[in-house]
């Protein structure tokens, strides 16, 4: 959704967004199974560095996009760190245990929230959306049917926001934009969405509609207003991950930052 | 011309409806975090909104394949527009939109009460589980402060995936756009005989 913010395009908005995705998505599952927090710091700083170097961004707006992450790493690794199992006591107070185990673990726990925020940020900053899609049904043959309604709703987007803003100031001119208590959120939680939903399942109704009278079918066998292949810059990002996962574990057996090898 | 499966209306209005919840996951972010510092898993008492496509959107549509499907397309949604938890909810998506759905497959599609929507919303409650097992190594916590995760998260579920989603569709009936979305029902036939 950020792409309008001004930058560069760097090699890594022409990988393809199919490619990118593939390359991403598994890289969650290696994290999981890595227990080792040497590795994870490594590869945090890796990818830190690849996405800094090249998004394209200014550094002032990549440091922006970075400020929640930190709360994520706080809020991710506290109650592990607080509450949870281990040998080594370093300090006791109430429920609140900490111990060398707990620690390493949650720290742990932090940098493997980061490396996922990082890929994340990785991908939404650098793939345009729409492309996506095309790509998606051209090189994983995705149905029509699923992309092209992806695609509509990426383009009511900005419909949708103006709409809850219209929703929003006629209960405030009512009085009737706060509540107080759990109950009272839930209901007021129900007075936004309800005119908001409605107004998007009629406008649903309708686009598909219109689709239809226009021709559109789920054929998969079909021209593209956007041609999306793959090329070598998918090469480079294969490369370039490969790289940053062998030194990163290569560096964290010969140079360990933290003695522990496995927090589990 | 498209016979088998969701026709190209289901598919449309579910990735609609679901990506406006897909801004409602990503609004939910920063509230979550916002209370976890709290301590003691307060935070997990309004996870279960993030189980709240598949429920809404299966209680509106009511055909197989609905609940997954928005589940999915909230998740990218969230993810499109920037989550904290970047590629994570993705998977988190696909699993909590599946076992809702395996759910809502046991009663054949043919349940639409709360009891139902609640069972999804447990189901959707148990994947996040198996994934923050494998993820946040939640086993390892003091088992005190486990109990009160896993039943928080629960009780949060049914309260806002179960209870509220229903009353949100029930309210959303009243405007009649329902009528436009559901396949024409036994009762619908009846009223024509009289």
């Not at chain 1, 969650?28 to 394209?56: E, K, Q, Y």
């Not at chain 1, 991710?76 to 185990?101: Q, V």
């Not at chain 2, 527009?81 to 993705?90: C, T, Y």
């Not at chain 2, 069972?119 to 994934?131: F, M, N, R």
Request: glycine share 6%.
């Amino acid at each position: 959704m950020r792409w309008s913010m001004e930058h560069k395009e760097t090699w890594l908005h022409q990988t393809n967004p199919t490619a990118k995705l593939l390359l991403f998505l598994p890289m969650f599952v290696v994290i999981v199974f890595v227990h080792n927090p040497n590795v994870l710091m490594n590869w945090a700083v890796g990818f830190t560095v690849l996405f800094i170097l090249f998004s394209g961004y200014r550094m002032k707006h990549i440091f922006l996009f970075l400020l929640p992450f930190l709360f994520i790493f706080v809020s991710t690794s506290s109650s592990m760190i607080l509450f949870g199992k281990g040998e080594t006591t370093w300090f006791r107070w109430g429920l609140i245990h900490i111990t060398e185990e707990s620690f390493y673990r949650g720290v742990h726990l932090g940098f493997r929230a980061l490396l996922f925020a990082i890929f994340g940020l990785m991908f939404a900053l650098t793939t345009k959306p729409v492309l996506l899609f095309y790509s998606l049904m051209q090189q994983v043959k995705l149905q029509p049917k699923y992309a092209y309604s992806f695609l509509a709703a990426i383009r009511l987007l900005p419909i949708m926001i103006e709409e809850f803003q219209t929703v929003h100031q006629a209960l405030k001119v009512r009085r009737a934009a706060k509540a107080s208590g759990f109950r009272g959120k839930l209901e007021l939680v129900k007075r936004y969405a309800i005119p908001l939903l409605s107004q998007s399942i009629r406008r649903a109704q309708r686009i598909a509609v219109a689709m239809e009278t226009k021709g559109f079918t789920n054929d998969r066998k079909r021209t593209f207003y956007y041609e999306v292949k793959l090329g070598k810059y998918d090469v480079y990002l294969f490369v370039v991950i490969c790289m940053i996962v062998a030194v990163g574990y290569y560096m964290a057996d010969v140079f360990p930052y933290v003695a522990v090898k496995d927090v589990r | 011309m498209q016979t088998k499966g969701l026709k190209l209306t289901d598919v449309l209005t579910t990735v609609v409806i679901a990506i406006v919840f897909g801004i409602v996951y990503k609004v939910w972010g920063p509230l979550y975090y916002a209370v976890k510092p709290l301590g003691l898993h307060i935070d997990q008492l309004i996870y279960g909104m993030w189980f709240i496509a598949a429920t809404v959107a299966y209680l509106l549509i009511r055909k197989p394949g609905v609940a997954l499907l928005a589940e999915v397309a909230a998740a990218s949604g969230e993810f499109l527009v920037g989550s904290e938890w970047g590629l994570e909810v993705l998977l988190y998506g696909l699993l909590q939109g599946l076992f809702a759905e395996l759910v809502f497959a046991a009663f054949r599609y043919k349940r639409f009460d709360v009891a139902v929507v609640s069972l999804a919303a447990i189901g959707s409650t148990v994947a996040s589980l198996v994934l923050d097992f494998y993820k946040g190594y939640i086993d390892q916590l003091a088992w005190w402060n486990l109990t009160l995760l896993i039943s928080a998260r629960f009780v949060g579920a049914i309260v806002i995936s179960g209870l509220f989603a229903y009353s949100l569709v029930k309210a959303l009936e009243k405007t009649g756009v329902t009528q436009l979305l559901r396949p024409t029902s036994k009762e619908d036939y009846d009223s024509l005989d009289q």
